[in-house]
């Protein structure tokens, strides 16, 4: 009897730790390996803040080892604060508004380091394209043909007030509203675009260098006040300010159907679409850089853009208004899809002409010529 009773401690005592054991073998089974977690920052342009933020969470939950961070800053300040360091993070993705940035960063990191800035070729994310927008009733004073014209905006900054172009006293002085193209691309391609319809020409730097395109430009800096580092503050500002403060802008096309319904509530009617003709398609285009990233962080940033490339992440783009860049996702039969949402004036198939992007030594020249005006 004593004896039994001793060896009973003894065999709780081995069960309780097998017991231990094989909880930690689960445990570890289980757990993410020290050596495969991976943490990527994604730096982005503002105009994919809304559809990176609602992919997140989704990310997480696929890839759990892979910690993910998101920036967003202005397209051109992008490329500037990571050439310049200016960061206090260390970046994995660039995520511009379009690939001639990466470009611009391929070509100045060669001059200063002698080697290739990005692990693989920069990489297509979403499409969209610059549009105009005005509040309705000025659009059809300014439009009469409904259709976005270059010149009746220069009219309109001449004249300085809407009494003068045959519309409502009451609403005072024109405003037109455009991002800071020292920082931002969409207000590159709009100086680049107003620049080519002034000319009736091509864009390069000898057209930009015209007295006709420097005087543009004068006006254009004398009439936008402190314009916006990026299209999306634009656009909420745009919004917030309404009529009378903000009558017609320049933003993208992802942007305006994305925040259209916002403009419908905030000042009791929306903005109309205009497109452009011509218009430039703006591809947000994804690399993976060298600087502070090893092999293992490359890898998970290739899971991250491969993510982003799948047809139903591209359906959250198209839901953000972004035209998507894989051919299986159809624009009109994506749930919530803002092209099924009778916005005025937005097209699945504008009639306009699209051009290619201005190159990087194009948009240098732009930004030249924008800091000389005066």
Same mark, same amino acid.
């Given at each position: 009897?004593?004896? #039994? &009773?001793?060896?009973?401690?003894?065999?709780?005592?081995?069960?309780?730790? *097998?017991?231990?054991?094989?909880?930690?073998?689960?445990?570890?089974?289980?757990?993410?390996?020290?050596?495969?977690?991976?943490?990527?920052?994604?730096? @982005?342009?503002?105009?994919?803040?809304?559809?990176?933020?609602?992919?997140?969470?989704?990310?997480?939950?696929?890839?759990?080892?892979?910690?993910?961070?998101?920036?967003?800053?202005?397209?051109?300040?992008? $490329?500037?604060?990571?050439?310049?360091?200016?960061?206090?993070?260390?970046?994995?993705?660039?995520?511009?508004?379009? !690939? /001639?940035?990466?470009?611009?960063?391929?070509?100045?990191?060669?001059?200063?380091? !002698?080697?290739?800035?990005?692990?693989?070729? %920069?990489?297509?994310?979403?499409?969209?394209?610059?549009?105009?927008?005005?509040?309705?009733?000025?659009?059809?004073?300014?439009?009469?043909? +409904?259709?976005?014209?270059?010149?009746?905006?220069?009219?309109?900054?001449?004249?300085?007030?809407?009494?003068?172009?045959?519309?409502?006293?009451?609403? !005072?002085?024109?405003?037109?509203?455009?991002?800071?193209?020292?920082? @931002?691309?969409?207000?590159?391609?709009?100086?680049?675009?107003?620049?080519?319809?002034?000319?009736?020409?091509? &864009? +390069?730097?000898? *057209?930009?260098?015209?007295?006709? #395109?420097?005087?543009?430009?004068?006006?254009?800096?004398?009439?936008?006040?402190? %314009?916006?580092?990026?299209?999306?503050?634009? &656009?909420?500002?745009?919004?917030?300010?309404?009529?009378?403060?903000?009558?017609?802008?320049?933003?993208?096309?992802?942007? $305006?159907?994305?925040?259209?319904?916002?403009?419908?509530?905030?000042?009791?009617?929306?903005?109309?679409?205009?497109?452009?003709?011509?218009?430039?398609?703006?591809?947000?285009?994804? $690399?993976? #850089?060298?600087?502070?990233?090893?092999?293992?962080?490359?890898?998970?940033?290739?899971?991250?853009?491969?993510?982003?490339?799948?047809? /139903?992440?591209?359906?959250?783009?198209?839901?953000?208004?972004?035209?998507?860049?894989?051919?299986? #996702?159809?624009?009109?039969?994506? %749930?919530?899809?803002?092209?099924?949402?009778?916005?005025? =004036? $937005?097209?699945?198939?504008?009639? =306009?002409?699209?051009?290619?992007? %201005? *190159?990087?030594?194009?948009?240098? /020249?732009?930004?030249?010529?924008? /800091?000389?005006?005066?």
């Amino acid at each position: 009897m004593q004896a #039994v &009773l001793k060896s009973t401690p003894n065999r709780n005592q081995r069960l309780a730790t *097998s017991i231990a054991i094989l909880l930690g073998s689960l445990a570890l089974a289980y757990a993410p390996l020290p050596g495969l977690n991976r943490s990527i920052v994604v730096v @982005s342009g503002t105009e994919l803040q809304e559809p990176l933020q609602a992919l997140e969470a989704r990310f997480r939950q696929k890839y759990p080892n892979i910690q993910l961070a998101l920036k967003f800053q202005g397209s051109q300040e992008l $490329a500037n604060n990571y050439l310049d360091e200016k960061n206090d993070f260390k970046p994995t993705v660039l995520i511009p508004a379009n !690939g /001639e940035i990466l470009k611009e960063i391929d070509s100045r990191w060669r001059t200063q380091q !002698g080697s290739d800035p990005f692990y693989d070729t %920069p990489r297509p994310v979403a499409k969209t394209q610059l549009v105009g927008i005005a509040w309705s009733d000025r659009g059809k004073t300014l439009f009469p043909n +409904n259709r976005f014209d270059w010149n009746r905006i220069e009219q309109a900054m001449q004249a300085g007030n809407w009494q003068k172009l045959g519309g409502n006293p009451a609403w !005072g002085s024109f405003d037109f509203v455009m991002t800071d193209p020292i920082r @931002s691309n969409s207000g590159q391609l709009t100086l680049g675009l107003w620049a080519q319809a002034k000319t009736g020409g091509t &864009l +390069n730097p000898a *057209s930009l260098s015209t007295p006709d #395109v420097q005087s543009l430009f004068g006006l254009v800096k004398r009439s936008v006040y402190q %314009p916006p580092r990026s299209t999306d503050t634009l &656009l909420q500002e745009f919004i917030a300010r309404g009529p009378n403060d903000a009558d017609v802008a320049t933003v993208y096309e992802s942007i $305006a159907l994305y925040r259209w319904q916002q403009s419908a509530t905030t000042q009791g009617k929306p903005y109309q679409i205009y497109y452009l003709d011509p218009t430039v398609e703006t591809v947000s285009t994804a $690399a993976i #850089v060298r600087r502070d990233v090893d092999g293992g962080t490359a890898d998970a940033a290739r899971k991250f853009l491969d993510f982003l490339t799948e047809p /139903e992440q591209q359906a959250v783009f198209v839901q953000h208004g972004f035209r998507p860049v894989v051919s299986s #996702v159809d624009l009109k039969t994506v %749930p919530n899809s803002p092209w099924s949402q009778n916005i005025p =004036g $937005a097209m699945v198939n504008p009639a =306009g002409r699209t051009i290619p992007m %201005p *190159s990087a030594v194009e948009l240098e /020249e732009v930004k030249r010529q924008w /800091e000389r005006a005066n």
